[in-house]
T-cell receptor
């Protein structure tokens, strides 16, 4: 069964460093998303991406964040200068299209630890 | 502001017993409500989805109900198994912007 994959599973970085989290969405899906979940808190929407551009973003997704689909398979989230409060699980998701009924399939997540 | 509230925050049940989780939401306009299961350290996996016109949906031992008038949903787990130990998250989709609003989840622990 097709699934969303994410790498790495755990990333440890120093404050101020850049990190890139990688995702491979399900191959026939057109919409891609990033979410984060700070330990013990709710899953929060960061950004949605369609047709090589951002379609929606939340207040969390400030200038320190960027997303890219560098090739036909990968979808990346870059944090330019990490802060301690960026420590969280980051989930990538994809869906066939953007209509509300379509299920978003989530990847296993990348645990980011900023020291 | 769209909100999704879940209760209880956590519960412990014995293997074989039933339990019911609650979800109240204020998301408007409403499109659909999903219950997700999230195992520790993993991404959420969809269990059920219900639209405005549906008031019950089953997936094996999981049965979800929806009262769109009172904006409440429940997830009933029947004959619990050890593998049911997880966080169960209620997620409501806004029909206007398709954004998902997540509840904080209920952590279920099934003990032998």
């Amino acid at each position: 069964e097709p699934e969303v994959t994410q790498t790495p599973s755990h990333q440890v970085t120093q404050m101020g460093q850049e990190v890139i989290l990688r995702c491979v969405p399900i191959s026939n899906h057109l919409y891609f998303y990033w979410y984060r979940q700070i330990l013990g808190q709710k899953v929060e929407f960061l950004v949605s991406f369609y047709n090589n551009e951002i379609s929606e973003k939340s207040e969390i997704f400030d200038d320190q964040f960027s997303v890219e689909r560098p090739d036909g398979s990968n979808f990346t989230l870059k944090i330019r200068s990490t802060k301690l409060e960026d420590s969280a699980m980051y989930f990538c998701a994809s869906s066939e299209d953007g209509v509300s009924y379509n299920e978003q399939f989530f990847g296993p997540g990348t645990r980011l630890t900023v020291l | 502001k769209n909100q999704v509230e879940q209760s209880p925050q956590s519960l412990i049940i014995l293997e074989g017993k039933n339990c019911t989780l609650q979800c109240n939401y204020t998301v408007s306009p409403f499109s659909n409500l999903r219950w997700y299961k999230q195992d520790t350290g993993r991404g959420p996996v969809s269990l059920t989805i219900m639209t405005f016109s549906e008031n019950t949906k089953s997936n094996g031992r999981y049965t979800a109900t929806l009262d769109a008038d009172t904006k409440q949903s429940s997830l009933h787990i029947t004959a619990s198994q050890l593998s049911d130990s997880a966080s169960y998250i209620c997620v409501v989709t806004d029909r206007g912007d398709y954004k998902l609003s997540f509840g904080a989840g209920t952590t279920v622990t099934v003990r032998a």
